[in-house]
């Protein structure tokens, strides 16, 4: 069964820092990745999402993640870190079925100034 | 207007009560879903309705009760609940019925107590 691992479920980074949040899949078959934001007291909102096509993905925020298939990952990345991109992060992928998300347990992002 | 509409934000209930929780969206979407999270952990799926009907029900206990009177909306009733039911219920959407495949758009959520 396709399972999501992301690495880290703390990061801290100063402010204007590289952030690197990680994620792994299981699936033999690359599924359809996403990565989406918890804000404290919110609902989740998406930053970005792999399909097919360009391994680059380019979201919201600054935000970009790279779908590796040899290496079954799909990192999150931003170049320069702002004290707004505290919050939940959250990599998810379809299940097998692609009727619904699979997510992985979180990585909580703090950014210091 | 891409927004999911939940109410209440917060409801505190008793275990011997019955509540109901409503989530709204007007975006044209064809799948609801509705998902339970506990604190610092990732969203659990509990129901998901596609096209008004009930398509996938993630062994959920009796005591909650999904209902989808109309495309643009789906309840929760709650009934009987336990201390451990509380949490935060999300209510999401997406514009087909692949959820594993599509955007999800989600609400803001009921953080619900059970006392």
């Known amino acids: 069964a396709q399972s999501v691992t992301q690495l880290g479920s703390h990061v801290s980074v100063s402010e204007g820092a590289l952030v690197l949040l990680r994620c792994n899949y299981s699936?033999?078959?690359?599924?359809?990745l996403f990565w989406y934001v918890q804000y404290p007291n919110q609902g989740l909102q998406l930053l970005l999402k792999?399909?097919?096509?360009?391994?680059l993905v380019k979201g919201i925020n600054g935000f970009e993640a790279e779908f590796k298939k040899s290496e079954t990952s799909f990192h999150l990345t931003k170049p320069s870190a702002h004290m707004s991109d505290a919050a939940e992060y959250f990599c998810a992928a379809t299940n097998q079925a692609g009727t619904a998300l699979i997510f992985g347990k979180g990585t909580t992002l703090s950014v210091s100034s | 207007d891409t927004e999911v509409t939940q109410t209440p934000k917060h409801l505190v209930m008793g275990m011997t009560n019955k509540k109901s929780l409503k989530c709204e969206q007007h975006?044209?979407?064809?799948?609801m879903y509705w998902y339970k999270q506990k604190a610092k952990k990732p969203p659990e799926l509990m129901f998901v309705y596609s096209y008004e009907k009930l398509s996938i029900n993630e062994s959920v206990p009796s005591r909650f009760s999904p209902e989808c009177p109309n495309s643009s909306l789906l309840n929760l009733h709650l009934h009987a609940l336990q201390p451990e039911d509380s949490a935060l219920y999300l209510c999401?959407?997406?514009?087909?019925?692949?959820?594993?495949?599509?955007?999800?758009?989600f609400g803001p959520g009921t953080r619900l107590l059970v006392l």
């Open positions: 699936s033999s078959v690359p599924p359809y």
């Open positions: 792999y399909t097919t096509g360009a391994t």
């Open positions: 999401a959407s997406s514009q087909g019925d692949r959820g594993g495949e599509e955007t999800q758009y």
């Open positions: 975006m044209g979407h064809r799948a």
